[in-house]
């Protein structure tokens, strides 16, 4: 006889209970065992783990908040187990310490990592998970993303090293004026393996050479948002790495205020955009008198092949006269101009 699933999910059965339960699921082959919110202790895991043949597939210990020794003894059952699992471990209240006892087990095999409601997560814990997750050759982590996170070069550095990882809205790495280019490579990597939607990279001495070292690993990303404001020395060609960034990973909203715009960066980034949509573009704080008609016509231009839906140019310094003419020149777009 095998049975696929026994579900004692509210029952704070005591070690004895869970004795039984361990022989049970030995001897009929049980396939998922479901024990949401039964007040697991390491005494209860350690009784279900003595017994041996457990071939569990999936194991749901939601709503369990163990303490570090609770989470060892499940390292201890799980590499017992003889099959690959599947773990659902939601509102455990898990920490960095719990996490690591539980990895501390060699010999770990998980498909699937469930460890979605997590709710205040600190970076040593979100830095652990992908530790253990890459460690434990999860297939699938399955986390709410993490929503925002200002990091240092240090943890950029840490957090580009797992292959497993969970998923990251914004990743703020402004004012790191020490990333340097191999810092820069890196974020590239954590944008793409974190999945970042938005990153903020204001005043961080960004160059030409390190837009590249970016560029250079963010393969397949698809960032939403890229703020490099405050960076005066990129130069013609760190707007040419701009304008490849921005088409390669499809950035709809690009803030470059206070970069120190030229002429040349103009041209460079138009050249590099042709297949871009833009739906937000910032440039303010670039002072216009540094321009020309020719440049201005280009920024139409971009305006016109990026489909830039909103352009400001506030602080810019037109003069009326150039005002009255760029301001003609995207007329017949359609976009939203706020500039002065």
């Known amino acids: 006889m095998v049975i696929s699933v026994i579900d004692i999910s509210q029952n704070s059965m005591d070690e004895e209970a869970f004795d039984v339960l361990g022989d049970l699921l030995s001897n009929y082959e049980v396939d998922q065992l479901i024990a949401k919110n039964c007040q697991l202790t390491k005494a209860k895991l350690d009784a279900l783990g003595s017994h041996s043949g457990l071939k569990l597939s999936k194991f749901d210990i939601s709503e369990n908040p163990m303490n570090e020794k609770g989470f060892n003894a499940l390292g201890s059952l799980l590499t017992a187990n003889n099959e690959v699992i599947d773990l659902v471990i939601q509102n455990c209240q898990l920490t960095k310490e719990k996490l690591d006892a539980l990895g501390s087990h060699s010999g770990l095999k998980i498909c699937t990592l469930d460890i979605r409601s997590i709710t205040g997560m600190p ?25 925002k996170f200002k990091a240092t070069k240090d943890q950029i550095m840490e957090l580009s090293k797992w292959k497993v990882c969970g998923k990251l809205d914004v ?10 280019t191999s810092g820069f490579s890196e974020v590239g990597l954590v944008v793409t393996k974190y999945q970042v939607k938005a990153l903020m990279a204001r005043n961080c001495n960004l160059t030409a050479e390190r837009m590249k070292a970016f560029k250079e690993n963010t393969r397949n990303a698809k960032l939403e948002i890229l703020d490099i404001g405050w960076n005066n020395k990129l130069g013609t060609s760190g707007f040419g790495e701009v304008g490849s960034v921005v088409s390669k990973c499809q950035v709809k909203e690009l803030d470059a205020s206070h970069c120190n715009l030229t002429a040349e960066g103009i041209r460079s980034f138009k050249e590099n955009t042709s297949n871009a949509k833009i739906d937000s573009l910032n440039l303010n704080w670039n002072k216009v008198s ?7 016509s280009a920024i139409s231009e971009i305006v016109h092949q990026c489909q830039v839906k909103k352009l400001y140019m506030r602080y810019c310094y ?16 359609g976009v939203k101009f706020d500039g002065f």
């Not at 434990?136 to 993303?145: G, Q, R």
């Open 123 to 147: 970076f040593d814990l979100f830095l652990a998970i992908s530790k253990f997750a890459t460690e434990s050759e999860v297939e699938e982590l399955l986390m709410d993303p993490w929503k």
């Open 290 to 296: 540094k321009l020309g008609d020719k440049e201005l």
């Open 171 to 180: 990743l703020n790495v402004s004012d790191n004026k020490d990333l340097g």
């Open 318 to 333: 037109f003069n009326d006269d150039e005002l009255k003419r760029f301001k003609a020149l995207i007329a017949d777009t």
